[in-house]
């Protein structure tokens, strides 16, 4: 079946620093792809769609500049927590849809300290 | 997308069949119903979907009746590792296809314990 590998699958970083986070599709090409964030107990929740060659829409709420999406080609979309704080620590999710379907990454558990 | 109502958690013993009820009053003509699956640490993963009637795989059932307004998941002789959140969502199949995104509600929480 279609394929998401999310890298990394955890990360900690400093404050301050950036993180970036890779969604690849494996075995398919997905022009569009989303990204969720998720904290502890609690659903997922949309933060942006990431286009391929165009810019990303951002959910209400979401700072797109601290939030840095790039889907440079048909198999890869990337996320980046800039100048990342302790509040930004959550499990990050990308997702494509093939097919009549929706597909997930792994997941990111991104922990900054 | 339809607003969905799930219980938020459920328990059961091992080898117990669990049905989760989803209400979802406001399903559009063209909307399916999806259920999928998350182990904490992991993205979500599909179980079963399914637009009338019954629908079974190797995983699940999925019972939805005539009036389309709810539909339960069933899960027959569960185990522990069936210990998961559980999410409904409902939605036109062919807005897979068209860049909508899926939007979860809370879930509902399930414990299989021994």
């Known amino acids: 079946g279609a394929v998401v590998s999310q890298h990394p699958s955890w990360v900690i970083c400093k404050s301050g620093t950036s993180v970036k986070i890779e969604c690849r599709s494996l075995d398919f090409q997905a022009t569009t792809m989303f990204w969720y964030r998720q904290f502890p107990k609690q659903s997922l929740m949309l933060m942006a769609t990431s286009n391929e060659g165009s810019k990303a829409t951002y959910e209400q709420g979401v700072e797109k500049d601290k939030f840095l999406i790039n889907h440079a080609s048909l198999t890869l979309s990337t996320l980046t927590v800039t100048s990342a704080h302790p509040e930004d620590s959550s499990f990050y999710i990308c997702?494509?849809?093939?097919?009549?379907?929706?597909?997930f990454g792994s997941g990111t558990r991104l922990t900054v300290v | 997308l339809a607003k969905t109502t799930q219980p938020i958690s459920m328990d059961s013993y091992e080898g117990q069949e669990v049905n989760i009820t989803c209400s979802h009053n406001n399903i559009a003509t063209n909307d399916y119903i999806t259920w999928y699956q998350q182990f904490p640490s992991q993205g979500p993963r599909f179980i079963i979907q399914g637009y009338k009637t019954k629908v079974t795989n190797e995983v699940a059932s999925l019972f939805i009746p005539a009036d389309r307004k709810s539909s339960t998941l069933s899960l027959p002789r569960v185990s522990l590792s069936d210990t998961a959140v559980y999410y409904c969502?409902?939605?036109?199949?062919?807005?897979?296809?068209?860049?909508?995104?899926?939007?979860f509600g809370k879930g509902t929480s399930l414990l299989v314990t021994p």
């Open positions: 997702s494509a849809n093939i097919n009549y379907g929706y597909t």
């Open positions: 969502l409902v939605g036109a199949a062919d807005e897979s296809n068209s860049g909508y995104a899926l939007n």
